[in-house]
Structures are given as C-alpha cells and as structure tokens.
C-alpha cells in the first residue's frame, strides 16, 4: 500500500498521453520530465524516437568566404526555432545516443527576434558530414519549414544538399546562385524530388547550364510554386531582354507551359531587365491565364504595353506600368512564398 501511494499521478499517464503533451505544447517538455524519473524516461524516449510533429525550422547552409583563413572551406549551418518549441529541440538533440559526438559543435546565437531561437554548426566542406546530417535530421524532426542554399555553385555546398536525409520533407528550398550550371540543375532537380518540395525560390545571375527552359519546365511538374529573382548583370539593362541567365528569348511560350504542369503559383521578379517579356507576351500572359481552367497565382515585374484592371474567369488581373498580376479571386490576398 505505501509502495502504491507513494506512485506520483504523473507516473500512472499513459505513454501516448505524454506524447500527445510534448507535441500539442513542446515547451512543458523540460518541466515534465522534472516531475518524476518514470516522466523524464517517457518524455526522453518521445524525443529519441523520430518526431511526427515538424518544429517549423529553417536551415540555411552557407559555404564560408574562402578569403578568411579562420573559416575557410567550412560550411556554416544555421537552423531558426520557432522560440517556443527551442526547448523541444534542445531535448531532441541531447537525447541522441550519440549527442556527445557532435552536441559540443552547436551553438545557440543570439539573435533580435524574439520569436525564434538560432543554433549554429560549422563542418568542414571537405569532410563527410552524414553523421552529424542524421543527426540533426533526427531532431529537426520528418519536416522542415525551409532550407535555404546561400551559395549554391560551390560543390561543398551541393554534397551538404545531396547528404541530407531522403525521408526529410522540406516545404521551401530557397537557392542563391551566381552561376547556374547543369551540376547545380542536377543537383537541385534531385533535391526537390527526393524531399517533395512544394515551394522552390531562385536567386540567380548567370548561366552555363544547356537547357535552361528545360530545367524550368522540369521544375514546374515538381512543385506547385516558383518564386525567380533575377538579380543585376553588369553590361545588361533594362532594355535587355536576359532572365534566368538567356539573353534574346521569348519567354511568354514557357510560362504558359509551365502552368499547364503542376504549377499554380510563380513570381518573377526581374527589375535588371524589364523586356524579357515582350508586349505581345504581356498580352497573351493575362489572357491565356485565366482561361487555363486551374486557381492561378501570377505575379511578375514587365513592361507592359497597357495599364488595365479588369475580372476574368473568377480571375483579377491587374497591369501596372511595372507589374503584371493574374490572380484568382480566392487567393488574392495570398502572398509571396519567400520574402
């Protein structure tokens, strides 16, 4: 009887209840498991066991500038918590049998936003990093809210790409690269299927990749959204027709191939070059658009040969003298994926 009364209410809640807890509010995780040791046992086998519940992280992976000697040839890994659930990371990424091996490399940066909580890892470029890749993929959980490439030409960063789990998902892979080339297409063609990417950014400058419309329309029966920004190329201006690295080509065919894919959603944002969509292009953008028979969501800076406003097919279209939007009424007050 003293053994039976001495049992903490705690201790008699059934495992899926503690599991229902920890994922419903993760940052009563560190109190439960002060409560009893049978609680911390239940709360620390809930965090080694592969999460169902995404924490909503963002990783961004930079390959450090090789001009600084202290941190040349490393990679410089940086996953934003949402702050009420940094508590549950944290959890996560002790509970690991093998925490001790690479817990010491993770810091936690101060940052301004109050709302989320940074850690910081730096790996050689050089070496293999799948350990320490499982590792964190373990506790990042089965989802992860965005991945950002900041410097995607460089082969470190590409291996770091390709070495991440398969069974991860990644809502948003967001790319930066200065010079597209058919290894970085390969490499991000793979990425997207392997994790079902919904929604794919590109910060691009120039190209050497061969097929460039391809990779495009490729893209397009991948994912459901593209967010393009074609950044400025010295001796390219305004009234150069160039995006995604092309120069001299009509852009308007492939836009509405892609649409006819699984794409819905697409941004380009091209202010180096306002011409790479030709007045009869901006025509038969936002009249074919609408008629696609499909919610579109389009919006891309141009040089229109008119300003209108008008309703068409339960689609708004509006023409700025510097934008052109084709929206259907439900998700006009959607906006841009990436920011």
């Given at each position: ?27 009563s995780a ?92 730096q790996l ?30 460089d082969q ?184």
């Amino acid at each position: 009887l003293k053994e039976t009364e001495s049992v903490q209410a705690s201790d008699l809640f059934p495992r899926k209840i503690v599991r229902k807890i920890v994922d419903y509010s993760p940052e009563s995780a560190p109190e439960l498991r002060l409560t009893s040791r049978s609680m911390k046992s239940c709360v620390d086998e809930c965090c080694l066991e592969r999460p169902t519940v995404p924490l909503g992280i963002d990783l961004s992976i930079l390959l450090c500038c090789q001009g600084e000697p202290c941190c040349a040839n490393q990679l410089s890994v940086t996953a934003r918590v949402p702050a009420r659930k940094a508590n549950l990371f944290e959890l996560r990424l002790k509970a690991r049998p093998d925490s001790q091996n690479y817990l010491k490399g993770i810091h936690r940066v101060p940052t301004t936003e109050g709302a989320f909580v940074e850690y910081r890892l730096q790996l050689d470029a050089q070496a293999d990093n799948s350990g320490v890749l499982d590792y964190l993929g373990e506790a990042v959980g089965r989802e992860i809210r965005e991945v950002a490439l900041l410097d995607c030409h460089d082969q470190a960063t590409l291996s770091f790409l390709s070495a991440l789990p398969e069974w991860l998902e990644i809502e948003q892979l967001r790319v930066t690269v200065d010079m597209l080339s058919d290894d970085v297409v390969d490499h991000l063609l793979s990425a997207v299927r392997k994790h079902s990417v919904d929604c794919f950014g590109l910060w691009i400058s120039q190209s050497t990749a061969s097929h460039e419309v391809n990779f495009l329309l490729r893209l397009s029966s991948l994912v459901r959204c593209i967010h393009i920004e074609q950044t400025e190329i010295e001796g390219i201006g305004r009234h150069d027709q160039y995006f995604c690295g092309v120069e001299h080509y009509d852009w308007t065919p492939t836009i509405l191939d892609m649409f006819e894919r699984k794409l819905d959603k697409l941004y380009i944002r091209n202010l180096a070059s306002a011409r790479y969509l030709s007045h009869n292009g901006c025509e038969a953008i936002r009249k074919h658009l609408p008629a696609l028979g499909k919610k579109v969501w389009f919006c891309a800076t141009c040089n229109p040969p008119v300003i209108c406003n008008y309703k068409e097919h339960d689609h708004h279209v509006f023409v700025s003298d510097t934008y052109l939007k084709v929206k259907h009424s439900s998700r006009l007050c959607e906006a841009c994926d990436f920011h």
